[in-house]
C-alpha cells in the first residue's frame, strides 16, 4: 500500500524532504541517512574491488563469499535507508497537513 509520502510529486516530496530536514528530528536523522548511505556505497564498493582483485590474482573461493555478503550487506544498507526514509518523511507529512 503507497503512503501519502509515494503518492505526492516530485516537487513536492522535496518540499516535504526539505521541510522535514529543518526541524530537530530531521537534523539528527540526516547525519544518520547520510551515514547509512555512506556504508552501502562502500561495501558495494568493496565487493566489486574483492572481486576484481579475486578474478586478477586467482585467490580461493572465499573471497568471492566474502564479496557476495559485502554486497549484500551493501543493498541491505541502501534499502533500508530508503525505507526509513520514506516512513519518517511520511509520518512527519501526516502530522503536519
Not at 524532504?17 to 544518520?32: D, V, W
Not at 556504508?39 to 558495494?44: A, N, V
Not at 568471492?64 to 544498507?77: H, K, P, S, T
Request: aromatic share 16%; hydrophobic share 45%; with cysteine.
Amino acid at each position: 500500500m503507497k503512503n501519502k509520502f509515494q503518492r505526492m510529486t516530485k516537487e513536492e516530496q522535496k518540499n516535504a524532504l526539505t521541510k522535514y530536514y529543518a526541524t530537530k528530528t530531521g537534523k539528527e536523522n540526516k547525519n544518520r541517512f547520510l551515514r547509512l548511505l555512506i556504508f552501502g556505497y562502500l561495501c558495494l564498493l568493496y565487493a566489486v574491488a574483492v572481486t576484481g582483485d579475486t578474478i586478477i590474482n586467482h585467490h580461493s573461493i572465499w573471497n568471492y563469499v566474502l564479496a557476495g555478503v559485502m554486497f549484500i550487506f551493501g543493498l541491505f544498507f541502501l534499502f533500508a535507508r530508503h525505507k526509513i526514509l520514506v516512513t519518517k518523511v511520511n509520518e512527519y507529512v501526516i502530522k503536519h497537513k
